[in-house]
């Protein structure tokens, strides 16, 4: 089991910026792909970013450039979003995959308002 948990969500004025964190249980880079996710009002879930056990990067086509996922050496991976719009305002997700196993974090509420 992986327990996830996120934090650094909030409000921001469009061109802003806002940093996510997800704090994982136990030590999972070797083995998993770790990511973001998230949610708008009305919409499915969607990929926002994902790095790998090879540190191999994935981002959606709609937030490249202005995006950047990250991770330290211990248990903690990051989603660094700048120059945020209004469409970018969502829950966010992170995630831990390896196989068929996947767990969730909770979500965290970015609303980006003029």
């Known amino acids: 089991q992986v327990q996830l948990v996120e934090s650094g969500g909030g409000l921001v004025q469009p061109g802003g910026s806002l940093r996510l964190s997800c704090a994982a249980s136990?030590?999972?880079?070797?083995?998993?792909?770790v990511g973001w996710y998230r949610q708008a009002p009305g919409k499915e879930r969607e990929m926002v970013a994902i790095?790998?056990?090879?540190?191999?990067l994935r981002y959606a086509d709609s937030v490249k450039g202005r995006f950047s996922i990250s991770r330290d050496t211990t248990k903690n991976f990051y989603l660094q979003m700048n120059n945020l719009q209004p469409d970018a305002t969502a829950v966010y997700y992170c995630?831990?995959?390896?196989?068929?196993?996947?767990?969730w974090g909770q979500g965290t509420l970015v609303t980006v308002f003029s």
């Open positions: 136990r030590i999972i880079f070797n083995n998993y792909f």
């Open positions: 995630n831990a995959r390896s196989g068929p196993q996947t767990y």
């Open positions: 790095i790998g056990p090879g540190a191999t």
